[in-house]
């Protein structure tokens, strides 16, 4: 085993602001055949996702005998692109460096057999995204309250000097017995980070479209928690309405969307309060949206209480 630890425009001008993102080798979504091996102390139980770069798998630490998940990235994916690994290891430091209990606890990042792996506590549970796949719109009170326990995590981050840079669905873990939870951080970045190549490529930085601010798609590098809140009041919304309020069949046209286009009407059974807290997480101009998650934090208590 080897610690890898130590280590607003105008209309026109919007195409020429959209990414254009390099190619990187498809990971095949079958099973990659893992179940049973042995990786170092770890025993692969079963996979449980697969995303871009990497496979994610429930797995057993022989040496505690507790249950962990392991996040393997797929070896084309660091031979093709330089800062892959080193996105990796910093995910896994961020992710370390604020404990919240809204914040999955990474354990390290070892190179295993061949393979990149972080491993990190395993919760027992789904993602937002796999739950409003099946479900739909959620009740009102449960959307408010995943995105409390969202902007809890958000603000500890702030607090710290980091912004996530890809609040979605699918980084968003839930379960009926602890609060939601942020268990991924590839694209979060520090607000004094000292501009290493992987972090000043605009294509760091864009996750999902569906869910980032104009801002971000034009620059990246220089967002803050603002960014963060656009991201998190789409999410609020597609729990509400069920779909997210911007979609295009290019990336100019869902670009453009966010750029110009007003979100359609939540729901008649949507309280005004709540389409008054979207339309203010959702403004297009930075300086219009609720300025800190701390702000937010404040508001969602208020109308908790109340």
């Not at 093709?80 to 290891?89: A, C, D, G, P, T």
């Not at 801002?215 to 609020?236: M, N, P, W």
């Amino acid at each position: 085993m080897t610690n890898l630890m130590d280590e607003n425009p105008h209309v026109s001008d919007v195409p020429a602001f959209c990414p254009r993102r390099p190619l990187v080798p498809a990971i095949s979504k079958a099973d990659p055949g893992f179940n049973g091996r042995r990786m170092g102390k770890f025993k692969i139980q079963r996979l449980l996702v697969t995303g871009s770069h990497c496979w994610v798998f429930e797995a057993l630490d022989t040496l505690v005998h507790q249950p962990v998940t392991l996040k393997i990235m797929h070896p084309s994916v660091a031979r093709f692109h330089e800062s892959s690994l080193w996105r990796f290891k910093r995910e896994a430091v961020i992710a370390r460096s604020v404990q919240h209990p809204n914040i999955i606890r990474v354990h390290d990042v070892t190179y295993e057999d061949g393979y990149n792996v972080m491993s990190m506590e395993f919760l027992p549970g789904f993602t937002l995204a796999s739950l409003l796949e099946s479900t739909g719109p959620l009740p009102e009170d449960v959307a408010l309250r995943v995105t409390l326990d969202v902007t809890e995590a958000l603000a500890a981050l702030s607090k710290n000097g980091v912004v996530h840079r890809d609040i979605r669905p699918a980084n968003i873990h839930v379960s009926q017995k602890i609060p939601a939870k942020l268990i991924d951080f590839g694209l979060a970045r520090r607000l004094n980070d000292d501009g290493s190549p992987s972090v000043t490529r605009v294509f760091d930085g864009l996750g999902d479209l569906r869910y980032t601010a104009p801002e971000q798609i034009i620059d990246s590098t220089s967002v803050d928690e603002r960014a963060d809140i656009y991201s998190l009041g789409i999410t609020l919304y597609q729990m509400l309405a069920g779909s997210v309020p911007f979609d295009g069949l290019s990336e100019e046209s869902l670009s453009h969307k966010h750029f110009f286009k007003p979100p359609p009407p939540l729901p008649a059974d949507i309280s005004q309060a709540t389409r008054q807290l979207v339309a203010d997480m959702l403004q297009k101009q930075v300086q219009d949206r609720i300025p800190t998650c701390q702000n937010l934090l404040a508001r969602l208590e208020a109308m908790r209480k109340g």
